[in-house]
């Protein structure tokens, strides 16, 4: 007989896997300990917020999947990586002008996308391969990247605040050193550092945004695509996930 379901809302803190979340709930309840567990949607490492997992039977997982999110994400304008969030090789751009000008038309844009490319370091496969995997391998260009339906049902400027480019970089080494495993960590910072090296007292913009969109869109998808909207680069500076469904952190 299969235990009862159950659905539990745990928080992935930032720099985890969803593994290590569900690794770190086991450790502090032993209750749990042999019950069979899934979590219902992913959260990338830089990303933290409300992890929904099905405890016990686990057969009606996929309703579940289907759920529409919350999240509040921030822009870093000015800085494109090849993962589209701060745990990637970075470039630095040109700084956007007269942003509060431009935000009105960015979200009108933004809200009417209907498709997205998957990002190349996700998960998604493609001929048995994790887009990742041909990313590392430096072999994306050889391969169609996918794309999946997606809907915005709202987003909202909160705010935009002004960070130095010293405060940026030690953030970014604070939060990194968060992650485990290989993620090409020491590759990254070394990016980051390089391109933050002569631009400590200089200073670059963050926006604060709320967004109620559908399964399975990326939030650092939708920052990279805000920056090609504006034409220049853009990276999620960070993203919590407050709502999947009618769950709340």
Known sequence: MKAKAEILKLYKNLGETP???????????????????TYLGRLDPMAEGLLLVLAGDTRDKEKYLALGKTYEFEVLWGFGSDTYDILGKVS??????????KMKGLLEKIAEKKTQVYPAYSSRTVSGKSLFM???ENKIEEIDIPTRSI??????????EVLTGRKILEEVVRRIALVQGDFRQ????????????????????????????????YVRGIANDMG??????????SIKRTR??????
């Open 19 to 37: 593994l290590e979340c569900l690794h770190r709930f086991k450790a502090d309840h032993p209750e749990y300990k042999d019950t069979k567990m």
């Open 92 to 101: 630095l751009d040109v700084i956007p002008q007269k942003l509060e000008n």
């Open 244 to 249: 999947v469904g009618d769950y709340r952190i």
């Open 228 to 237: 090609k909207i504006l034409k220049i680069s853009a990276l999620a500076w």
């Open 186 to 217: 020491k590759e990254i910072l070394s990016t980051w550092h390089n391109a933050l090296m002569t631009k400590q007292n200089e200073f670059f913009l963050v926006s604060k945004f709320n967004i109620d969109v559908s399964s399975g869109t």
């Open 151 to 160: 809907k915005i049902f709202s987003i909202d400027h909160i705010h935009t």
């Open 134 to 136: 041909w990313a590392r």
